[in-house]
């Protein structure tokens, strides 16, 4: 019996991998023009450090977590999210003591044990930032700002961005619990997840896809009317510098996040071109995240994106798989004599900084044409007895189709000259 890949896990490779390097790519060089630093966190933290951040009540820790005993009796999981490792690691290092604010950006593998399907898997990677130590609306601006050009740079269009408030601690609890109130005298006609989910994170009931959930939450209590000055001064300014930057947004009042520790703005990139797995990306403004892990009050904001879904839309409104520019440099050698000079140029062209393959199969010219093309290689160097005899090599454009002879000592410089 074959072993295969964990349910909910898989490979990547082959054309699917020239995808992944270019979003990374893309992610490094957005984050790099925000002048935000890449930070990597291990896989495995201390269960504690999401029981405290994420929630104990969140369905995150509750029933998605890969969690166990190491060989030292410790509980450990191997992260769902990235903002909790991140804050644990600034408390750690006391990051904060070397500059007033942080900018960083991470990317990398998640784990939750959820129902596997298109776009969500128990393995997912994320590209995501982190600005830390500004209480200001222009944070969040710069955090939104940053996912959007993500996206706009990586060749999507057909998102939307959704934005809402939830205001300051103080008038999230006074809305919860008016909330609950509400929930309870329409108990009987929630949905068993609703049901369970009103107690202990009423909020999440309000952006159930449950129809009979829908009906009833479009009755509730409207968080805004909770709002004190400070939350509403915060979310117009918000909405105010999105419109000067000229970004399209709508507000979605029942848009509230998963998570224990947001407050003020949360916001997400939806799609209809994805199903049922609508969401992209998101984030919003965590400033009690440091105080529920120790690290006092520091007010930070972040967004995480899904790379899955977000190939997987770039693959919805292109119709197929991006694919590579021509690239590199694929020598043939024809005969037994030309074996040597072969690695001998391979050689030089690599140390100059050229991408360089051959067939190490000893097949037929045809053959090594063939594989050339499969490579996607944007030239052929060919040499056989007589270019042997000259010091030449038959040069071609697999772009253009020229074909030159030149000397074996300008392959270098004219290959230079086109790529």
């Given at each position: 019996?074959?072993?295969?890949?964990?349910?909910?896990?898989?490979?990547?490779?082959g054309?699917e991998?020239?995808?992944?390097?270019?979003a990374?790519?893309?992610?490094?060089?957005?984050?790099?023009?925000f002048?935000?630093?890449?930070f990597?966190t291990?896989?495995?933290?201390s269960?504690?450090l999401?029981?405290?951040?994420?929630?104990?009540?969140?369905?995150?820790?509750?029933k998605?977590?890969?969690t166990?005993?190491?060989r030292?009796?410790?509980?450990?999981?191997?992260?769902p999210?990235?903002?909790?490792?991140?804050?644990r690691?600034?408390?750690?290092?006391?990051?904060?003591h070397?500059?007033?604010?942080?900018?960083?950006?991470?990317?990398?593998p998640?784990?939750?044990y959820?129902?596997?399907q298109?776009?969500?898997?128990r393995?997912?990677?994320?590209?995501?930032?982190?600005?830390?130590?500004?209480?200001h609306?222009?944070?969040?601006?710069?955090?939104?700002?940053?996912?959007?050009e993500t996206?706009?740079?990586f060749?999507v269009?057909?998102?939307?961005?959704?934005?809402?408030?939830l205001?300051?601690?103080?008038?999230?609890?006074?809305?919860?619990?008016?909330?609950?109130?509400f929930?309870t005298?329409?108990?009987?006609?929630?949905?068993?997840?609703?049901?369970?989910r009103?107690?202990a994170n009423?909020?999440?009931?309000?952006?159930?896809?449950?129809?009979?959930d829908?009906?009833?939450a479009?009755?509730?209590?409207?968080l805004?009317?909770?709002?004190?000055?400070a939350?509403?001064?915060h979310?117009?300014?918000?909405?105010?510098?999105?419109?000067?930057?000229?970004?399209?947004?709508v507000?979605?009042?029942?848009?509230?996040r998963g998570?224990d520790?947001?407050?003020?703005?949360v916001?997400?990139?939806?799609?209809?071109?994805?199903?049922?797995?609508?969401a992209?990306?998101?984030?919003?403004?965590?400033?009690?995240l440091?105080?529920?892990?120790?690290?006092?009050?520091?007010?930070?904001?972040?967004?995480s994106?899904?790379i899955?879904?977000?190939?997987?839309?770039?693959?919805?409104e292109?119709?197929?798989?991006?694919t590579?520019?021509?690239?590199?440099?694929?020598i043939?050698?024809?005969?037994?004599?030309?074996?040597i000079?072969v690695?001998?140029?391979?050689?030089?062209?690599r140390?100059?900084?050229?991408?360089v393959?051959?067939?190490i199969?000893?097949?037929?010219?045809?053959?090594?044409?063939?594989?050339?093309?499969?490579?996607?290689?944007?030239?052929t160097?060919?040499?056989g007895?007589?270019e042997i005899?000259?010091?030449?090599?038959?040069?071609?454009n697999?772009?253009?189709?020229?074909?030159q002879?030149?000397?074996?000592?300008?392959?270098?410089?004219?290959v230079?000259?086109?790529?």
């Amino acid at each position: 019996m074959s072993i295969t890949a964990i349910r909910g896990m898989r490979d990547i490779y082959g054309p699917e991998m020239r995808q992944w390097h270019r979003a990374e790519s893309i992610f490094r060089d957005v984050a790099d023009a925000f002048a935000y630093e890449e930070f990597r966190t291990p896989i495995l933290e201390s269960t504690d450090l999401f029981k405290r951040g994420v929630g104990e009540e969140t369905d995150i820790v509750g029933k998605e977590m890969y969690t166990f005993d190491d060989r030292g009796g410790d509980s450990v999981t191997m992260r769902p999210e990235m903002t909790a490792p991140i804050v644990r690691a600034c408390i750690e290092h006391s990051l904060l003591h070397h500059s007033p604010t942080l900018r960083l950006w991470y990317g990398g593998p998640q784990f939750r044990y959820d129902r596997p399907q298109k776009g969500r898997y128990r393995q997912f990677h994320q590209f995501g930032a982190e600005c830390i130590g500004s209480p200001h609306p222009e944070a969040d601006i710069e955090i939104i700002l940053l996912a959007h050009e993500t996206l706009r740079r990586f060749g999507v269009s057909k998102f939307q961005l959704e934005i809402n408030s939830l205001g300051t601690s103080d008038v999230r609890l006074r809305y919860r619990q008016a909330l609950v109130e509400f929930l309870t005298a329409h108990e009987s006609a929630l949905s068993e997840d609703s049901r369970r989910r009103m107690h202990a994170n009423p909020l999440r009931v309000l952006d159930s896809k449950e129809e009979s959930d829908r009906r009833i939450a479009a009755g509730a209590p409207r968080l805004e009317d909770f709002f004190d000055e400070a939350s509403s001064d915060h979310f117009r300014a918000v909405r105010t510098l999105l419109d000067v930057a000229g970004i399209p947004y709508v507000v979605n009042p029942h848009l509230v996040r998963g998570l224990d520790y947001y407050n003020h703005t949360v916001f997400e990139f939806t799609t209809d071109a994805l199903g049922s797995q609508n969401a992209i990306g998101g984030g919003g403004r965590y400033d009690p995240l440091f105080a529920m892990l120790g690290g006092g009050e520091v007010p930070a904001v972040g967004f995480s994106i899904g790379i899955e879904r977000l190939l997987l839309l770039w693959e919805a409104e292109h119709g197929q798989m991006a694919t590579a520019e021509p690239h590199g440099i694929y020598i043939i050698g024809i005969g037994d004599d030309a074996r040597i000079p072969v690695q001998l140029i391979m050689l030089r062209l690599r140390r100059a900084g050229h991408h360089v393959v051959s067939d190490i199969q000893r097949r037929s010219v045809k053959a090594q044409m063939k594989d050339a093309n499969r490579a996607a290689v944007a030239y052929t160097v060919m040499i056989g007895e007589s270019e042997i005899k000259t010091s030449t090599v038959v040069l071609k454009n697999m772009v253009t189709g020229e074909q030159q002879t030149i000397a074996q000592s300008e392959i270098e410089r004219v290959v230079s000259q086109h790529e």
